[in-house]
């Protein structure tokens, strides 16, 4: 089926070896909507319509990958939270879920600190942090495989992966050095103002997210501890946030999810884990 606008229709996700798959509506509520919606770069799900059965019509994919999933709504992943069956073996396109999400992006308003990869997709693009009042661009010079991990599991994935750089970038505003551990849920918790600078030598962090259901114990960042405040300080003193999905056990899945939303001609939702709606 297809979207009335960019910010509505049926929910799909991509799964490694799977590939695209959509979700089943039965149990789905607002939770669930508001997370997907977060997940691909809105501020929330439409409270007219947070979850709808089929109104964008049954897609014809393989797969049905979700089930049953149950939501808090605090989760930055879909997959973060607790589901029943990947895939579903039982289930059918007569229930394929479709979503609405507000037009307003998340990083629209951004707290301090607020990291956001600037591409074509939520889960990739050119690294970039909200700090005091302006996006800084984290400069790759010193960046090790972990301050890249930090960024993604602040927007709530559990790795990075393709890191690189680009001789293409406008912003003049950097983030240089970085000081944390390989465990940080939180980017913020790799520099402080001194890390600002006026230059950079080898250009923006570009990479490019990712979930390992194998890793969902890896802990997550989120607005509450990784804010900084005035002073400074964190909303949290360094706390963590773990949740676990639950998965049949018949299936190890071993590949790593990439969500990506397309719109298609006519337009798609796309959350890949990638998730997308069309």
Known sequence: GNGSSSTSGRLEIFYGDY??????YKS???N???VACHQLGYLKAM???LAIKTQYGMGNTTWILLNGSRCTGDELHILRCNWKNLPCLYCTHDDDTAIECSSTLIWSTPYDGQVH????????GMAKVYVRGTWANICYDNVQSFHADSVCRQLGYTDSNNQSTSSSYSNMSWLRSFNCTETQPCFTYCFNQSSRSDSCSLGPLI???EFKLKQTL?????PSICEIHDSGSYASSHITITTTATITPTITPTITPTITPTIS????????TIIKTT
């Open 19 to 24: 590939g695209w798959g959509t979700v089943n």
């Open 28 to 30: 789905l509520d607002e």
């Open 32 to 34: 669930f909507a508001n």
């Open 47 to 49: 409270s007219s319509n």
């Open 117 to 124: 990869l600037s591409g074509t997709l939520p889960s990739m």
């Open 207 to 209: 990479l490019s997210c």
């Open 218 to 222: 890896v802990s997550t960042g989120s």
């Open 265 to 272: 001609h006519t337009p798609t939702i796309t959350i890949t």
